[in-house]
């Protein structure tokens, strides 16, 4: 895995605020983000080698939900594996269901079992279920329309579990790592943390395991995401604003084989 110096995505400025969320369409070459200043945007018609972006403004601010009319940060999104629902996780522990055919219109509720922020979204292959982790630690299942399962994940991007245990430093906070991204296909796993490095594991990473790390971001990794094709990552920096992209080359290749495209897609 390399960074990819002709085409990566540092000029891209997304939003004014830091970047947290991220994610791409399983279907279609669009990633969306959100930001701390509260919007969330899409990437429309993503070039790999121009690296030509189209950015058109979704407007889906987090809606006032409280008595106060007080709107929250957006920490994290997920598509739902068939593309039809866009998940959408804040800093008041809600997530919002979104209908991407229906310009986003919000169609299933709020799931609100969580006490604190939103930190981690996965969707289950049929694209019924969702799970859910938090800061305070905890991990919620949620049956759409919105009831609380047990389940075979279209995704890994949370960061809790005995899946991803392996990828937390000895004494680390929990805080530490802020995005995972699973590609089962390659049997690999990719995190962003607060040291600004985008590190590499085996998935799933059960115990202390080795890895490889990427330097590219000035601070924080916010976010990490596969493409739909699983050939290259994406990755968000907080304080540099920036939306990097990253070629993923598998191991028989770095070995001295041929780099062959591996056609692969999210199922």
């Not at 937390?168 to 699973?182: L, M």
Request: hydrophobic share 35%; proline share 4%; charged share 20%.
């Amino acid at each position: 895995m390399v960074r990819d110096r002709t085409s990566r995505c540092s000029s891209c400025r997304t939003q004014r605020g830091e970047l947290w969320a991220l994610d791409v369409h399983p279907k279609k070459p669009l990633a969306v983000t959100g930001s701390d200043d509260r919007s969330v945007r899409s990437v429309l018609s993503l070039d790999c080698e121009s690296c030509k972006a189209t950015w058109l403004s979704v407007k889906m601010e987090a809606q006032s939900r409280s008595h106060q009319g007080q709107k929250e940060v957006i920490h994290e999104m997920k598509f739902s594996p068939d593309g039809a629902y866009l998940a959408v996780g804040s800093n008041d522990g809600l997530v919002d269901i979104y209908a991407v055919a229906q310009r986003y219109k919000k169609v299933v509720g709020e799931c609100s079992q969580s006490s604190s922020f939103i930190t981690h979204l996965d969707w289950t292959l049929d694209s019924k279920i969702l799970q859910t982790n938090d800061g305070a630690g905890d991990r919620f299942f949620y049956r759409m329309p919105v009831t609380c399962y047990i389940p075979r994940w279209a995704s890994w991007s949370g960061v809790l579990g005995s899946e991803v245990s392996g990828i937390w430093p000895k004494y680390s906070a929990q805080t530490e790592i802020n995005a995972v991204d699973a590609n089962p296909s390659a049997a690999v796993l990719i995190t962003g943390d607060d040291l600004g490095l985008v590190k590499l594991f085996r998935f799933p990473c059960v115990r202390k395991a080795k890895f490889k790390k990427y330097i590219g971001h000035s601070a924080h990794v916010t976010n990490v995401r596969w493409s739909h094709d699983l050939q290259w990552v994406l990755t968000t920096g907080g304080a540099d604003h920036a939306l990097f992209q990253w070629r993923f080359l598998p191991e028989s290749v770095m070995n001295g084989g041929p780099d062959v495209n591996i056609q692969g897609t999210r199922e």
